[in-house]
Each structure stands twice: as C-alpha cells, then as structure tokens.
C-alpha cells in the first residue's frame, strides 16, 4: 500500500496550518504541534528541514518562529514531501542508476513508472493553499448544516 510518513503528514499539516494564519508574522513549532497534538521535537526538525529546502523561512528571536517562504499557492503537496522523505517510487526498481537484476526480463517497470509519474502529477496539482481552503470549504458546510439543523 503506497503511504505517507509521519513526517510527511506532519509537514503538510504544518504548512497548512501556517497558510491559515497569514495574519501572524510567524508561528512557533509548539504552535503549530499544540494545534495537532503532533511530537514538538519532531515537529520542529521537520520545520528545519522545510526551512533547509526553501518551503519555510525561519525567524529568530521572542516573537520569532516559521513563515511560508512562497505564497500558499505556489508551494505543492509534492515539494513538501520531496523536501521531508526525499523522491518516492512505488517499486524500488525505478529507484537509482544501479537498476534491477530482472530489468531484462520486467514486464511492469515502464507500467509502474507511469502510474509513479501519475502520483507524482497530482501531488504537484494540489497546493499548500488548496489543502487550506479545502478545510475552511468543509469547515463552512458544516456551520451551514448545523444552522439549517437548527432553524428546523
């Protein structure tokens, strides 16, 4: 079954959660793990490694903590997890130069390949900001719902 790390979940929620609050200069790593219940240790390594890539820029000092180094919109689910686990492919054959002993004989290396570039293509369609409104999205239906609820 193909899934996500811990700590690629854990950077998707984090930078979601800091899309959501552009009012704030920046947010802290406890900030954001008191929010989710998440390890703030882990958390903030995980922040630090974003920050190393280009995802986040980092500010020092009392009020300091993380900001988008981008606009939500411009930042992808891809590049977050490219950024956290390093590339992913579905089958460790299309990993690296060294190949497969079977490469000759393979009949599902180019098939896989191209549903691992499929993934690929659609993490990279869904960005920071997509995964924040999403949420208000789903957030607003419900409020809604509960007020028809309410005034039947």
Same mark, same amino acid.
């Given at each position: ?19 959501? #609050? ?119 239906? #419900? ?10």
């Amino acid at each position: 079954m193909l899934k996500l790390t811990k700590k690629a979940d854990y950077g998707l929620m984090a930078l979601k959660y800091i899309a959501e #609050h552009p009012e704030t200069t920046a947010l802290s790593a406890k900030d954001v793990a008191d929010a989710y219940g998440i390890p703030a240790q882990l958390l903030a390594k995980i922040l630090q490694q974003m920050t190393k890539s280009g995802l986040l820029k980092s500010h020092a000092g009392m009020n300091g903590g993380y900001a988008l180094a981008r606009e939500a919109r411009s930042i992808s689910a891809y590049e977050v997890i490219l950024a956290i686990d390093g590339p992913f492919f579905i089958t460790s054959c299309t990993k690296g130069k060294s190949g497969c002993e079977l490469t000759t004989n393979c009949t599902i290396k180019e098939p896989l390949a191209r549903v691992n570039e499929t993934i690929a293509g659609v993490l990279k369609s869904i960005s920071i900001q997509d995964l924040a409104e999403h949420e208000h999205s789903a957030a607003r239906a #419900h409020e809604a719902n509960e007020l028809v609820a309410l005034k039947v």
